[in-house]
């Protein structure tokens, strides 16, 4: 890092820090934490320069961090909080309030206050159960600045994330070095990262594409360019003032550029890279985003929480993607070198070429499990062919000739409609395609005891006479009649989750108070 040490290193908030001022942050709460028991350092930090650097000084500090989301319900950060086990936390001073919300039922915490004691004024007498301590900057210039290292052997911990799961409860991954450094390591060389880049990061702290953007960024001396928060939907203006060189993002960040009319062509001529991952990337987006961003290389990246930010890469071409896409969305292509994928049928045998079945993954980006919870890690982390040991994405896939692999959905939204298999993506680029717009989704709608008995769907349109019949009407050339959707709504604007995803339980839950 000390190579790096003038140069941009953070852009955030108006401010863009130097690495060398990175790096005296981070040694402030490195220094806080020295000598302190437990593997999980607490970070309840949002996208702030104090919360880039509370993750770096927990890493230089020997630690992992686990981070809790201001946006969360007060609820979702106790349980992470208290599965986490950490017995200290960084609190940086836009989450003051969110740590109100936790702290009364927290045991004995010690609270690394970063960004200065007067920010957090009163706030050691206002919770004496907890024990604080405030970090200033530090300030000898002849500091020898510790680079952002991640051990290639190390199966230590680097950082813990919780996923949604289906009991309700938050499902933590744990990523260790070996983990992550094989990921730094591929994308570094395959995106030819430098200090000459310039990065974005779109990302709340809790969704694992953040670790992509900041150790990254942190490891080759790029600059992490942190879009506002009042941009995340609409970026344009803050591509083309940072000249940015490499973007990544969620898919629906284009929708929405496309709905306001921001991908004029030639739009981001400084992008040579821009990556999308986090959910199925519909091909007319990155048909749109080729011409905006046409010097840019565009892919498509998968890869669950679980098996370490992504796991697969599919480069997009213009002249012949288009004819590999199913049902309109972009494959997920190929697992990276040295990284395995396969395919196992419902009946537990591996799929042939054009089969349909789950996708399962290897590799040394598989991680270990699932946070102090063997049973579920019994359970989707598996062993076949002998000694291998694959993770169960729950991801419907089919490969080709060619071994690319193309995304169908999830194996929980493949429904059953009147006793006939229905993929939901089917419906949706079906929506997409009679509405004009890439803001359609379909959602089933459940009939007495439970039984998916038809189809509903939304656009974000503006409702107009006689729209939703021809809307429907045209669906109807395409799909089955079991499939066509037997509603459709109209909406101003998707539910985003965390992630920025388009909610598709929240529409689900909508439709069903509104019937």
Known sequence: MNRFKARPGIDVNNHCYSWGEVAKQSEAVAKALEGRDGEYVSLFGYRSIEAYTGIFGIILAGKAYTPLNPRFPAERNRKMLAASRARQMVLTPECIDGFRSVAGSAENLLVICHGGKSLFDGLDTEFPNHQFLFTDPVQDEAIVLKPLSVDPDSLKPVYLLFTSGSTGEPKGVSVNGKNLK????????????????????????????????IFLAATSGACLCVVPERSLMGPAKFIREKEL???????????????????????????????????????????????AASNSVI?????????????????????????????????????????????????????????????????????????HNPELTGEKFIRLDGQKRWYRSGDLVEEDSNGCICYLGRMDDQIQVRGHRVELQEIDQALREASGTELAISIPVPGEGGNIDSIAGYVQLTESDGLKQSIL????????????????????????????????NELINRYQKNR
């Open 473 to 504: 009407e045209t669906c109807k050339k395409s799909l089955a009649d079991y499939m066509v959707p037997s509603d459709l709504r109209f909406i101003d604007s998707f539910p985003l989750n965390s992630n920025g995803k388009i909610d598709r």
């Open 182 to 213: 094989f990921y730094l390591n591929y994308t570094l060389n395959r995106y030819g990262i430098s200090e000459f880049d310039r990065m974005s990061q779109m990302f709340d702290l809790t969704f694992d594409l953040s670790v992509h953007d």
């Open 245 to 291: 060189t490499l973007w990544f993002s969620v898919p629906a960040v284009v929708m929405f550029m496309s709905k306001m009319r921001m991908l004029k062509p030639d739009a981001f001529p400084s992008l040579r890279y821009s990556l999308f991952c986090g959910e199925a990337l519909p091909a007319r987006s990155a048909e749109l985003w080729q011409k």
């Open 299 to 371: 892919e498509n990246l998968y890869g669950p929480t679980e098996a370490t930010i992504a796991f697969t890469n599919y480069r997009w071409d213009s002249e012949t993607s288009p004819d590999q896409s199913v049902n309109g969305v972009v494959p997920i292509g190929t697992a990276f070198e040295g990284l395995e994928t396969a395919v196992l049928k419902t009946d537990g045998s591996w799929a042939e070429t054009g089969e349909q079945g789950e996708l399962l993954l290897s590799g040394d980006q598989v991680t270990d499990g699932y946070f």
